[in-house]
């Protein structure tokens, strides 16, 4: 069946050894050729809409992906000339907003944007204030309504009997929260991409207490905080040095795609993270909450997400195994199957 080879008799095995090899061969190089168009198809769709940004008004900036439902036709480039699966038709809500995490922007979500196209249905990445492409000084980001607020526009923007599905990532899960909190109406489905799922009361910071220490001990000792107002002013933000983010982030990620991230990301606005919440049972406790846990994170460990998880329970829980905290880039097709699987539950 497919790709498994049954062989019972050692006379058998050894006889087709050689052809097996080569079918093995040949299933390996067409895997990675795969892969290496998705990339290459992938990063030119950002770089398209980067292109793009440059020419019109901030609202396009702030979001990359599909601005249409339509199914894609074999004269778009990044059709494989495939047709969307028959159950994608019993999908109702079909569009997707991608909130990304710390420090990341729009442009993180490139491969989980061509999945989901090339599966008929409609991604928007949001470049959240100060990250991506957008244009403030992340250091003068100081409240999460700040941080959050072109996914708050966005979403108050959508017409009245539009529902999307909220994917949020890392900290930007404290954004999705955030939104179930202010926009309960608009949002269908929000899923929580190893990310900080908090309850009432909790910072975001509090999730990564950890790894990074505690927050009093991070504030006072930290090496990888900004001072964008001065040294004798609080900090502002912190970013970490590449091989910090290296082994924090990027432990099972390609390499061509840590020197993307190595190259794009930005500092990150300290306020948001630091900033307790406020969630109602009325609102964000009336929501329908997802939980995606990857399985080989160095920055939010299996144990902490576990944590997350009996703490505020959701919905349902789903588990990428081997995947770091990036799984949009080191297992895009296991993350790409589960935000089906979720989009299609009642």
């Known amino acids: 069946m497919g790709n498994l080879i049954c062989m019972t008799k050692k006379d058998t095995r050894d006889n087709n050894h050689g052809s097996k090899s080569k079918r093995m061969g040949r299933s390996q190089r067409k895997l990675l050729a795969e892969e290496e168009l998705l990339h ?5 769709r950002v770089l398209q809409q980067h292109q793009l940004s440059q020419r019109f008004d901030g ?25 969307a699966p028959d159950f994608l038709e019993n999908i109702k809500l079909n569009k997707f907003v991608l909130v990304h995490g710390e420090g990341f922007g729009a442009w993180c979500w490139y491969k989980t944007i061509a999945l ?21 000084d992340t250091n003068s980001v100081t409240t999460l309504a700040e941080y959050s ?18 994917v949020g990532h890392s900290t930007g899960g404290a954004c999705v929260s955030y939104a179930l909190e202010h926009c309960p109406q608009k949002i ?15 910072r975001p910071f509090d999730v990564f207490a950890e790894e990074l220490g505690s927050t009093e001990r991070f504030m006072q ?28 982030y990027f432990n099972q990620s390609p390499t061509k795609d840590v020197a993307l991230a190595m190259v794009s990301m930005r500092p990150i606005p300290l306020g948001p993270v630091m900033e307790k919440l406020s969630l109602s049972p009325e609102k964000y406790g009336t929501g ?39 799984p949009f880039f080191s297992k895009p097709q296991s993350l790409h199957k589960m935000l089906l699987e979720i989009a299609r539950i009642p």
């Open 40 to 44: 290459r198809q992938a990063l030119s």
């Open 59 to 83: 609202s396009m900036s702030r979001r990359i992906g599909s601005t249409s439902s339509r199914r894609r036709n074999l004269s778009d480039p990044f059709s494989n000339g495939k047709q």
């Open 116 to 136: 989901l196209e090339e599966a008929g249905l409609v991604p928007i990445a949001i470049d959240l204030t100060g990250s991506g492409i957008e244009l403030a």
């Open 149 to 166: 607020k072109p996914l708050i526009s966005y979403l108050e923007n959508l017409p009245e009997d539009e529902h999307v599905i909220l």
């Open 188 to 202: 269908s489905k929000a899923i929580f991409l190893c990310a900080t799922m908090v309850s009432d009361g909790q």
């Open 221 to 248: 000792e930290s090496q990888f905080l900004i001072h964008g107002n001065g040294k004798d002013k609080p900090p502002t933000g912190f970013m970490f040095e590449k091989q910090q983010m290296k082994g924090l």
């Open 288 to 326: 329908r909450r997802f939980f995606i846990q990857t399985l080989d994170d160095h920055a939010l460990s299996p144990d902490v997400q576990e944590k997350l998880v009996r703490e505020n329970p959701p919905e349902r829980v789903f588990k990428i195994k081997g995947s770091d905290h990036c």
